[in-house]
């Protein structure tokens, strides 16, 4: 049995780390709640940015399949995971999971005689990947506490780029989406090609109305969209309505394009990747800080947990020594006698 001693010296040693993740646990709270905000604010740009990039590919009609982002190539021989984590740990299975997620993806397209280009968010996916022994197309680090706009638009450009020259065939994108600080989501999202069902709000919407969901506006939003899609002509009207917590009636507004919609088109397509990009990162921000903090928080509880464990083997080791102590001093007076 460890000495009296010892077992207070590793109670004071349990007592700083608990100091520690809880102060953490606080910091995580505070820039979650930052996160959060930012969130709110960004869904309703996002989900502009989709409804105008939908109206102008109606109005472009077969002009839009001949944009290179959405023309898709005759065949896929090179595709482009881009794996977004954060630049510190701590987090629990934050990082670990769009790791796994990302080279369980990596060998499922060689299964398929396709070949991977590794793109990676943060310090944790590049070292990782690295360590793995995949050489990375891309690497971008030192902002996933607090991503910018121009960020993402960096990451954008490169994956654009190599899309338009040939050297990608189709782009994917893993990251944590936001629920709650309980619960992150691994996502699994294709950025190009720009699919025609997105376009033509067949998933877009429906991907809306799940936001709206997380928002506390999915009964409505759910409403909306079934009977948009019962309403035939008016489906795309219904569920933008639907979007923002209401419906409309009537014919879509008619919208007169200045230049014409395709020349519209090609400066909002590359804005719809971006922000795509950007809400990537936005979500995975605020899931980090979610992780952390329950990660610190459980990490505070168990703290408690064995700081009580040792109090209780203090206490045993203490009492051992005084019994030891009064054994001593009866076996001294019996020997005197």
Excluded: C
């Excluded at 506490?145 to 994956?159: F, K, M, N």
């Excluded at 200045?258 to 979500?283: M, N, T």
Aim: no cysteine; charged share 20%; glycine share 12%.
């Amino acid at each position: 049995m460890a000495s009296q001693r010892d077992v207070k010296n590793r109670i004071a040693s349990v007592k700083n780390i608990q100091k520690i993740t809880r102060a953490m646990e606080m910091v995580a709270a505070a820039r979650l709640r930052r996160a959060e905000q930012r969130i709110a604010r960004l869904r309703p740009y996002a989900d502009a940015i989709r409804r105008m990039t939908y109206q102008a590919a109606q109005a472009a009609g077969a002009e839009a399949a001949s944009l290179p982002l959405l023309r898709e190539h005759d065949q896929v021989q090179n595709v482009g995971l881009l794996l977004v984590t954060g630049d510190r740990g701590l987090a629990g299975a934050f990082n670990s999971q769009i790791i796994r997620a990302g080279v369980r993806g990596g060998a499922e397209l060689a299964e398929e005689g396709l070949q991977t280009a590794w793109y990676a968010t943060g310090r944790r996916g590049v070292s990782s990947l690295t360590f793995r022994g995949h050489e990375l197309a891309g690497s971008y680090t030192g902002f996933s506490d607090r991503p910018a706009y121009a960020d993402a638009r960096g990451i954008a450009d490169d994956l654009i780029t190599g899309y338009v020259d040939g050297h990608l065939d189709r782009v994917d994108i893993l990251y944590n989406s936001y629920v709650s600080p309980l619960t992150q989501h691994v996502t699994r999202e294709t950025l190009l090609p720009l699919s025609q069902s997105t376009l033509t709000g067949d998933t877009g919407e429906g991907q809306d109305a799940g936001e709206g969901q997380s928002a506390g506006q999915g009964q409505g939003a759910g409403q909306g969209q079934g009977q948009g899609a019962r309403q035939g002509q008016g489906a795309g009207e219904g569920a933008t309505g639907s979007a923002s917590g209401r419906q409309t009636a009537g014919p879509p507004a008619l919208v007169e394009y200045e230049p014409g919609p395709e020349e519209i088109l090609k400066r909002l397509v590359p804005d719809y990747v971006e922000i795509s990009i950007y809400r990537a990162l936005i979500e995975s921000t605020a899931g980090f800080f979610g992780a952390q903090m329950t990660a610190m928080r459980n990490a505070s509880e168990n703290a408690g947990t064995l700081i009580e464990d040792y109090t209780l083997q203090m206490n045993r080791a203490r009492q051992a020594e005084i019994t030891q102590e009064i054994m001593e001093v009866v076996a001294g007076a019996e020997g005197l006698t």
